[in-house]
Nanobody, 118 residues
Framework: VQLQASGGGLVQAGGSLRLSCVAS????????MAWYRQAPGKQRDLVAT???????VYVDSVKGRFTISRDNAKNTVCLQMNSLKPEDTGVYYC?????????????WGQGTLVTVSS
């Protein structure tokens, strides 16, 4: 299973970006999907998750600004980021649980860099 993330870039504070991640390869289904981010010199932290049925959870710092969504038919997950702040800067990673036969495994994408300038 491969996760390909895209959509990062440089944006001024207050601006918006939309990240996308598509899952490909051999799997029965994609279950929970999520976005994580890793700021320079810090650990990778959860930003938002979404279940296959659409239940979402956000970290407090992005509530009201970020929206996670998914398209199960296209095996994609998106993160709409509005009102961006410099502290949102980091590498954003897509994460997914994929079911292959009777086995469920967790996968990471390669990351996409988001830089928010003040």
């Amino acid at each position: 299973v491969q996760l390909q993330a895209s959509g990062g870039g440089l944006v001024q504070a207050g601006g918006s970006l939309r990240l996308s991640c598509v899952a490909s390869g051999s799997f029965t289904s994609i279950d929970d999907m999520a976005w994580y981010r890793q700021a320079p010199g810090k650990q990778r932290d959860l930003v938002a998750t979404i279940t296959r049925t659409g239940s979402v959870v956000y970290v407090d710092s992005v509530k009201g600004r970020f929206t996670i969504s998914r398209d199960n038919a296209k095996n994609t997950v998106c993160l709409q980021m509005n009102s961006l702040k410099p502290e949102d800067t980091g590498v954003y990673y897509c994460n997914a649980d994929a079911q292959r036969s009777t086995k469920r495994s967790n996968y990471w994408g390669q990351g996409t860099l988001v830089t928010v300038s003040s």
